[in-house]
């Protein structure tokens, strides 16, 4: 499998600088033989965590988007689409606020609604997963090229190429997964079943501006000034964790992608071309801490009393009275059913034993009002 990971500088969110810089690191991972759009209907998939503003950087910009769209014209895609769909949606959803469905309209690209129709995608090679329901655009589209936002992630520490993937499955059903798979290397491991069934596709790495801290939804803008590209997600994403400064190899995702020797027998088995790792490498990036399993489930097998203490080491969603707008969005994506608007205090309320720690609803919440911390307490609220 070709290996190559290109990073190159790339200063601003203008179009035709990006799009110099996507052909230039299309070439150095080897052009047509990398990547092909000639003739083909292409599926632009950016991440759209949420419909948050350009300025939170929590989405793909859509001058990045609008850059991809013109790579595919200029290379002879027979037709575009661009779509993806955030865990809490509701049916026809545009990405209005981020910015990327104007992009689509202006380049009259088809933004595509990935709750119109689902079909079952087969697993065979899946350690935990044989078979998927995704967006049927998977059916419609020949070629997938992914458009990651670099950022830290509460559960999974880094999100980048492979993790954006799981936006292929439309709306509520991914936080399902969380309960299915309540452990973080299971539910890592179901990731990478899900990319192992995608077809062979290509990946462009906004890190133009990052997210540092607390992300993947109320992190920290961060100009990082990058761009990353590979036909290789798991090389790609390894390359941008050790430019962010984690070590792939305890990064859940890229252990479980590297132990199945599929696409990279280890973690710095790809050839890197532009910068080097260390001349990209951006130095202070906030990262999540490490934590280990966060298999709550197991941790009934833990005494009572010992459960409750270990419960309030772990690091777990706190919410704030003064920033909360009940909007209801983590009410309805939690997937432990462990929220609730208290009557009385007129606030979200949390019960921390069906919590299964997921951080669905940090990644949802619109106003910041979630805080993933590990301070022990159990009322659930910060002021
Ligand atoms: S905590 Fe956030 S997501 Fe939940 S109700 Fe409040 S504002 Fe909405
Ligand atoms: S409260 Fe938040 S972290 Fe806990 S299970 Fe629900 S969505 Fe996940």
């Known amino acids: 499998m070709n290996n190559t990971v290109t990073v190159l500088k790339c200063e601003k969110y203008d179009a035709d600088l990006i799009l110099t810089k996507m052909n230039e690191a299309w070439e150095l991972c080897g052009g047509k033989d990398s990547l092909n759009v000639s003739g083909k209907k292409v599926l632009l998939k950016p991440n759209v965590l949420s419909d948050a503003a350009v300025s939170k950087a929590a989405t793909t910009h ?40 104007n992009i689509c309209k202006d380049e009259e690209v088809e933004w ?25 655009i998977y059916e419609k589209a020949d070629v997938i090229i992914s458009l990651p936002k670099l950022k830290t ?104 992608a590297i132990d199945r020797e599929l696409w990279l027998v280890n973690s710095n ?40 203490f270990r419960y309030n080491l772990n690091p777990k969603p706190f919410f704030s009275k003064s920033k909360c707008i009940r909007c209801g969005a983590c009410i309805k994506i939690c997937p432990a059913k462990a929220l609730e608007i208290s009557k009385t205090e007129k606030m979200v309320k949390i019960d921390y034993t069906k919590c299964i720690r997921c951080f669905c609803c940090h990644e949802v919440c619109p106003e910041d009002a979630i805080v993933v911390k590990r301070t022990p307490g159990t009322s659930g609220l910060v002021s």
Do not use: W
């Open 112 to 136: 595509y609604d990935f709750s119109q129709k689902n079909i079952t995608l087969a697993c065979p090679e899946g350690q935990m997963v044989k078979q998927f329901v995704v967006s049927d």
């Open 153 to 256: 992630h509460q559960l999974m520490f880094f999100t980048g190429a492979v993790k954006n993937q799981f936006g292929m499955i439309p709306g509520l059903l991914k936080s399902s997964f969380h309960m299915r798979f309540p452990n973080r290397n299971d539910f890592a491991a179901m990731i990478v079943d899900l990319h192992s069934a995608l077809k062979p596709s290509f990946a462009f790495i906004d890190g133009i501006t990052s997210m540092e801290g607390p992300g993947p939804g109320n992190g920290i803008p961060k100009e990082t000034n990058l761009m990353l590209a590979s036909s290789n997600l798991v090389a790609l994403d390894a390359a941008a964790c050790r430019i962010i400064g984690y070590d792939p190899d305890i990064i859940p995702i890229l252990r479980n």
């Open 62 to 101: 859509p001058e990045f988007l609008r850059a991809a769209i013109r790579f595919c014209k200029t290379h002879g895609a027979a037709e575009i689409f661009a779509g993806d769909s955030p865990g809490f949606q509701k049916p026809g959803f545009k990405a209005k606020n981020c910015g990327l469905y």
């Open 269 to 308: 088995d790809y050839e890197i071309k532009g910068l080097s790792i260390e001349e990209a490498k951006i130095e202070n990036f906030q990262k999540i801490r490490l934590t280990g399993s966060n298999n709550q489930l197991k941790d009934f097998l833990i005494p009572r009393f010992l459960r409750r």
